[in-house]
């Protein structure tokens, strides 16, 4: 094979690969999202247009239910997604596990097992050096 014809062909080939990935239409962009949808996904706000449509989706069946929700209620989903979005992602991947695990514990053992892990929290806490 000749050089041209070696460079013809991957020429050729290249035109068959889109050269960019191409931009996915985002069903649900933050600036079209209402004020409440917006008041309770604050946390992800700047990487909102960037998230999987399927996380969005998730994200966004919460604030359904989000104006029926106390002050306090309203503050602790935002603080607790302000946590996740901190979360690298093995860290979210051993949450969903856990969660997962005490999703199987009988109902009536859940409080005994929440108790354990407070407990086991707090000697972490206590023996962990302090921050310098």
Partial sequence: M???????????????LPLARPAVANEHPWAKLTPIQREALEP??????????????DMLSLTQRYPSLTPEQKERLRSRLKDWNRLSPSQREQAREKYTNFSKVPADKRE???????RQEAEKKSSSPPPQ
């Fill in 112 to 118: 005994e097992v929440r108790s354990i892990v407070r």
């Fill in 2 to 16: 000749t050089r041209q014809s070696l460079l013809t062909l991957l020429l050729a080939g290249l035109g068959c």
């Fill in 44 to 57: 992800l706000s700047r990487q909102w247009d960037s998230l999987p449509k399927k996380y969005q989706q």
